[in-house]
């Protein structure tokens, strides 16, 4: 940690200003009295390695090799495992109850005529104006190729 010369704060982030010109020191900042000259924590930080961030459900193993490496604890593995299962158990009760939901209202009987005449009436006009729209494209390719 060190002491901010400007406000006297402790932190691990200073910065310290010099002169271009006469390479004297103009001033010492740091992430406290400011923010707006460092860049957020989050984007320089390190990630922790599992076994830095929760050193209590790790255990330092010695390989047979001499390497060492990080295992897990048993209750740490099963709260693990129960966190991924509960996900999925999660995602397939969504899936279900949408199916379900599908089936409760799906249709069980033909359109009527009155139905399929009402359905007809009001796409038409859409369906008339994209054919028309594809025609006047084509005649005007066509017209293009001609020329």
């Known amino acids: 940690m060190a002491i901010c010369g400007g406000c006297g704060a402790e932190t691990t982030r200073t ?3 010099f002169n271009d010109k006469t390479g004297v020191v103009v001033k010492e900042e740091c992430d406290k009295c400011a923010p707006q000259s460092f860049d957020p924590q989050w984007l320089t930080a390190r990630g922790a390695t599992p076994w830095e961030a929760y050193p209590g459900k790790y255990k330092k193993i010695e390989n047979h090799d001499g390497s060492i490496t990080w295992r897990s604890t048993d209750e740490w593995r099963a709260d693990s495992e129960a966190k991924i299962i509960k996900a999925y ?3 397939d009760a969504a899936d ?3 199916l379900e939901r599908k089936r409760r209202n799906r249709r069980t009987t033909p359109m009527t005529e009155a139905e399929i005449h009402a359905a007809t009436e009001r796409w038409r006009p859409v369906l008339e104006d ?5 025609n006047r494209s084509y005649n005007k390719a066509v017209e293009e190729l001609t020329q």
């Open 15 to 17: 910065r310290t200003v």
């Open 89 to 91: 158990e999660k995602a």
């Open 96 to 98: 279900a109850e949408k």
């Open 130 to 134: 994209r054919q028309e729209m594809a």
